[in-house]
């Protein structure tokens, strides 16, 4: 096999393939044997079809799929012996000429391949990169144990409705008629609970302002919630469909109400927070608490700094030249269903990924970084002790982290994820070493300014 590659403009490559039927006799002939053995045609025994009639039935496909076989292996091994950064896949160009797959050949394939255009990309102490660290304040701390307060806490009842402290109250519905009396064979619900906070409607929320158990309060679920059946629906514990004509008053008996406590501030929020016995005092407590704001705002800071470098190599490599239409293609044939304006309208983004993917790449083997299986299971432990603890849970047993991390590791999505958050943390801990890290501390409001530009 002959082939050619011609990239003048040093990303839009033409690969030429010329494919003789030496290349692939050999091949087809030993598949046409096997079709032998298996065709099962009327009149001759198993293995016994004359060759002639396999070849007339078989010989086109086999040799259409030895071909396939041979260009795809050909360009493969050419990419990687003339270390051609391919972008994507080859695509067939439009210089290719009908090619009479009936004869023997010599045939030629042509194909359009885009290539990563060249740059350097190299960082030392000289480069300066912008790491910002989060103030970790009483403030700060004072929020955190609200937050674990509030997640350790219970209803207790009260006697009597105050919207400003989310109260709940809980009740009896019925529905009236036109006299303000219960409608006979109308709805009936029981043990309503309700939040009045949250109806849109003033006039209607205002009805339960200072409600106290045995009070009768009347009200209009259609004016309370306008153009929401799914709310209504909820509140009458009804299909959404069926409510569609309700329009009627109803009157609410207060049986209950109750209101949200935060837990105290005392040992057993500190054990069930930290673990029992961990934490003795408050004074402790609040330590522990900064310490963990600390550890939590540095894997922030380190997100906010790769920002920032990937930034900062964006602008020292500066504008590269793409082949746009090549990649547009690729785009295309790998969106077969979203057509051509959804190329154009994310092609921009996707070229910008793209550009960062190649300055990482460079990077990643710059730093000598690996990836094993010790690190790919870290990181997912890393990543579920992450997502318990934005609920508050932060005292879960090894062995449970250790279960939801390889159930996590057994989606082929979640690992994708998880080896690309692992090489993005190594080349964060290989950067900060070697930029220089202009170090600046500010709030958390000033942090989430800049993190979410």
């Known amino acids: 096999m002959k082939i050619s590659f011609d990239n003048q403009d040093k990303v839009n490559g033409l690969m030429t393939l010329s494919v003789e039927a030496a290349d692939y006799e050999e091949k087809v002939e030993k598949q046409l044997k096997e079709y032998r053995k298996k065709a099962k045609v009327p009149g001759f025994r198993p293995g016994m079809v004359p060759m002639g009639l396999i070849k007339r039935q078989y010989g086109t496909a086999a040799k259409l799929d030895e071909v396939n076989k041979l260009i795809g292996e050909a360009i493969y091994n050419y990419v990687k012996e003339n270390n051609i950064q391919m972008l994507g896949e080859p695509l067939p160009s439009d210089k290719q000429v009908p090619q009479d797959l009936e004869g023997d050949g010599p045939f030629e394939f042509v194909f359009d391949?885009?290539?990563?255009?060249?740059?350097?990309?190299?960082?030392?102490?000289?480069?300066?990169?912008?790491?910002?660290?989060?103030?970790?304040?009483?403030?700060?701390?004072?929020?955190?144990?609200?937050?674990?307060?509030?997640?350790?806490?219970?209803?207790?009842?009260?006697?009597?409705?105050?919207?400003?402290?989310?109260?709940?109250?809980?009740?009896?519905?019925?529905?009236?008629?036109?006299?303000?009396?219960?409608?006979?064979?109308?709805?009936?619900?029981?043990?309503?609970?309700?939040?009045?906070?949250?109806?849109?409607?003033?006039?209607?929320?205002?009805?339960?302002?200072?409600?106290?158990?045995?009070?009768?309060?009347?009200?209009?679920?259609?004016?309370?919630?306008?153009?929401?059946?799914?709310?209504?629906?909820?509140?009458?514990k009804m299909k959404k469909e069926e409510v569609a004509d309700i329009t009627a008053d109803f009157s609410y008996q207060v049986t209950g109400i109750s209101r949200y406590v935060n837990a105290p501030v005392n040992q057993q929020l500190f054990d069930q927070v930290f673990g029992e016995g961990n934490v003795t005092s408050e004074e402790e407590f609040r330590a522990k608490v900064a310490d963990d704001l600390k550890v939590r705002f540095a894997s922030e800071s380190d997100y906010l700094f790769m920002l920032n470098a990937r930034k900062y190599c964006e602008e020292k490599v500066g504008e590269l030249t793409f082949p746009e239409e090549i990649l547009k293609r690729v785009m295309k044939a790998n969106n077969k269903d979203k057509g051509d304006e959804y190329v154009e309208k994310n092609f921009e983004g996707s070229i910008k990924e793209l550009k960062w993917h190649l300055i990482k790449e460079q990077l990643v083997a710059a730093a000598g970084i690996k990836i094993d299986d010790a690190d790919v299971k870290s990181m997912a432990l890393q990543m579920a002790r992450a997502q318990f603890a934005q609920y508050g849970m932060t005292n879960l047993p090894d062995d449970y982290l250790e279960n939801y991390a390889n159930e996590m590791l057994k989606k082929r999505e979640n690992v994708d994820s998880i080896v690309n958050n692992a090489i993005d943390r190594k080349l964060t801990v290989a950067l900060k070493d070697i930029v220089k890290l202009n170090k600046k501390t500010v709030s958390l409001e000033e942090f989430n300014k800049m993190a979410a530009q």
Do not use: C, W
């Open 113 to 236: 391949i885009a290539v990563a255009p060249e740059f350097k990309i190299e960082l030392t102490s000289k480069d300066k990169v912008d790491y910002y660290e989060i103030d970790v304040d009483d403030k700060l701390v004072d929020q955190q144990i609200e937050m674990y307060a509030a997640r350790g806490g219970r209803y207790e009842n009260v006697d009597e409705y105050d919207a400003e402290k989310r109260d709940r109250i809980q009740g009896d519905l019925r529905e009236l008629d036109a006299d303000g009396n219960t409608k006979e064979g109308g709805v009936t619900v029981a043990d309503v609970s309700m939040m009045p906070q949250y109806i849109k409607v003033e006039d209607q929320k205002s009805l339960f302002d200072g409600a106290k158990p045995g009070d009768i309060i009347t009200f209009n679920p259609r004016k309370a919630y306008p153009d929401n059946d799914a709310e209504i629906a909820a509140l009458l």
